[in-house]
């Protein structure tokens, strides 16, 4: 038998996180003591709870004054298995964002939403505000099992999805903290009411007999401690990649029999981004294959991997505490065997699988049942009312007239279903007068694909912009296209203002990881469906210098692309020391020397989005629009 006694590295001494969770009495403290002190932010050791809540205290930047208190405010972020909405807490996030926060919703890249710009005071009326409109915000955040992913598409005629949303619910459930301080502390200990806890569940949280549970405490699968690190599931189907499963802790992949019926699940894991600069010990690693678990077992097998990360990850460097680094130093066959004695079992060979596709659903879909669903884009997550696109208005409006639940994906992007047919022209009505595109060939491909962290100002890990930076790159890098000849080409950007990771830049085609103010890492070689690391090009490329840095790549990829290879494969085939041979020697031509795209100009935050807005309204890019008007205003000719 094995015995659960973390922390497992007991000749080092833990971390300092170690002793503030075990201080903590279960979550509680010192939270519940400093949210009635009049103050505007809470001390370092509750910060560091906070998180477990659901929150990050952070402060916006852009407000600083010299010799003056920073402005300090809470992000709130929502515990949204499969990226469930339902409607009531849709309209709930939406006034609350108005009330307490920035005015704004950010959908997250593992399929929550996120609320910015709270003040101390009004966490609390926030917090409960959520947990009343059936939602939640308790381990969103924190060394916990976090969001649980699955794909956003509602089918009705395809059963491995239900069983995706099914099971992305229960290992939730499973996995959610047990302790009380959440409704004390939020709902004055009134428990708020909420969908019935499967009784498969109830019992598995329980069931013993290998060391995968404490049997004193609050906290049966965590005990004391809780993880190491953050832990990151999702549940997907079968070909369908549009979860980044081989960058989460574990991954589970549905698999049915010849008459659809669910009979167990592959498992992945050891997958995660998190990296730090200059400390080669850190990395972004890819989920291993781990075997195959009947359905009947999947409980105790999730508990059996969560166990073997709880009492042997890493408790002594947190930067070294994520099950990646746990399956590195040991390898898949010992990683396994330890987990089958948690598991009391062998674990099965892998089933079969069709090679991994990423997909976005966008627009308008059936689902299989007679109704429709509408995946719609939202630029980097956010969603806002601005200039003549009035998102956060249309989906208000659709949400109450129509009482819709939502779906976020891992894009970004939200999904409405249960829309019955005859109501699609009223909702498209909405969406045209909102200046919404739903049909996804009219959207930019780069921006199409493109995701980004929020960054500056509000993040506090941020070295530079991202969320802000990343629609003036794309639109450079589409004007380099064109001018390459390059106009029908897109591929997957993905962009981050510190090397964390959290829009997942390490998997796509061109990655941008924020290295110092205005520059970032370049990585290259991702593939379009998220199935192969990147592997970074260069350490520091100024935002300047992001044409002259592309360029002779683009070119290359160009003149030596095989028939329909994508950027991200053409850079894995030729490799790096082909890519920078040809860099070196390249010569632009003198038609291309002419018009190099290099001289910046810098244009106030209002009439760059109004000039973004005008630009897609007459389907042209900015930078053209923007020659055609300097040109006219000067009354130049070419």
């Not at 990151?232 to 189907?237: G, L, Y």
């Amino acid at each position: 038998m094995v015995k659960s006694a973390p922390p497992a590295t007991t000749s080092q001494k833990p971390s300092k996180l170690e002793g503030i969770k075990e201080r903590s009495n279960f979550l509680r403290e010192p939270v519940a003591t400093e949210l009635l002190q009049d103050t505007t932010h809470f001390s370092e050791e509750a910060i560091q709870i906070l998180k477990f809540h659901g929150s990050y205290q952070q402060d916006n930047r852009d407000n600083r004054v010299k010799g003056q208190e920073k402005d300090y405010q809470m992000m709130l972020r929502t515990r949204s298995p499969g990226g469930f909405i339902p409607p009531q807490l849709y309209l709930t996030l939406d006034k609350l964002s108005d009330e307490y926060g920035n005015h704004t919703l950010r959908a997250t890249t593992r399929q929550g939403f996120q609320l910015h710009g709270i003040l101390k005071k009004n966490l609390k009326s926030t917090i409960a505000a959520i947990v009343q409109s059936m939602g939640s915000t308790l381990g969103a955040c924190g060394d916990l099992n976090r969001n649980v992913m699955a794909p956003p598409a509602p089918f009705k005629n395809k059963a491995e999805y239900q069983y995706a949303w099914e099971y992305a619910n229960h290992i939730a459930d499973l996995l959610t903290p047990q302790t009380g301080a959440y409704y004390e502390i939020w709902l004055d200990g009134e428990k708020a009411i909420s969908g019935e806890e499967s009784p498969e569940v109830k019992a598995a949280r329980q069931v013993n007999g290998t060391g995968t549970i404490f049997h004193d405490g609050e906290e049966p699968i965590y005990g004391t401690h809780y993880m190491p690190r953050k832990f990151k599931i999702s549940v997907t189907v079968p070909g369908d990649n549009s979860i980044d499963l081989y960058t989460q802790d574990l991954s589970l992949v549905v698999i049915t029999d010849s008459q659809g019926e669910l009979t167990g699940f592959n498992i992945y894991a050891g997958g995660g981004l998190g990296r730090t600069h200059n400390k080669e010990e850190t990395f972004a690693r890819m989920a291993d294959a781990i075997g195959y678990v009947a359905k009947a077992d999947v409980y105790n097998l999730v508990k059996a991997i969560v166990a073997t990360q709880r009492d042997y990850g890493d408790r002594t460097n947190r930067r070294h505490a994520r099950l990646k680094y746990l399956i590195n130093d040991w390898g898949v066959e010992r990683f396994r065997s330890m987990v089958e004695k948690y598991f009391g079992k062998p674990i099965e060979p892998s089933q079969p699988l069709p090679e991994f596709k990423y997909q976005d659903f966008l627009g308008w879909h059936k689902q299989g049942d007679g109704k429709l669903f509408l995946g719609i884009s939202i630029d980097n997550g956010r969603v806002k009312d601005e200039g003549s696109f009035q998102l956060k208005t249309a989906l208000r409006e659709i949400v109450q007239q129509f009482n819709l639940p939502i779906r976020l994906t891992a894009s970004q992007n939200v999904l409405l279903y249960e829309i019955p047919p005859e109501q699609k022209p009223a909702i498209q009505e909405i969406l045209d007068r909102c200046g919404i595109i739903t049909n996804p060939k009219e959207i930019e491909s780069l921006t199409r694909y493109a995701m980004a962290c929020p960054a500056l100002p509000t993040c506090g890990l941020a070295i530079t912009e991202s969320e802000r930076a990343i629609p003036g790159i794309i639109e450079r890098i589409r004007a380099l296209l064109n001018k390459l000849g390059l106009k029908r080409e897109h591929f997957v950007i993905r962009m981050t203002g510190c090397p964390n990771g959290c829009a997942r830049p390490y998997m796509a085609e061109l990655g941008f990881v924020g290295s110092a103010p205005e520059s970032y890492q370049v990585w290259l070689g991702g593939s379009p469906n998220q199935t192969r690391l990147a592997q970074p090009y260069t350490d520091r490329l100024h935002h300047n210098d992001l044409e002259k840095f592309l360029e002779p790549i683009f070119v290359f990829f160009k003149k030596s692309r095989e028939k329909g290879e994508s950027f991200g494969d053409f850079c894995a085939r030729v490799g790096f020391d082909a890519i920078r041979e040809f860099t070196a020697n390249y010569q632009p031509s003198a038609s291309r020397s002419k018009n190099t795209g290099g001289h910046r100009i810098t244009v106030r935050d209002n009439v760059f989005n109004q000039l973004k807005a005008t630009a897609e309204a007459q389907g042209k890019s900015m930078t053209d629009l923007l020659d055609e008007a300097l040109k006219a205003y000067l009354k130049m000719e070419e």
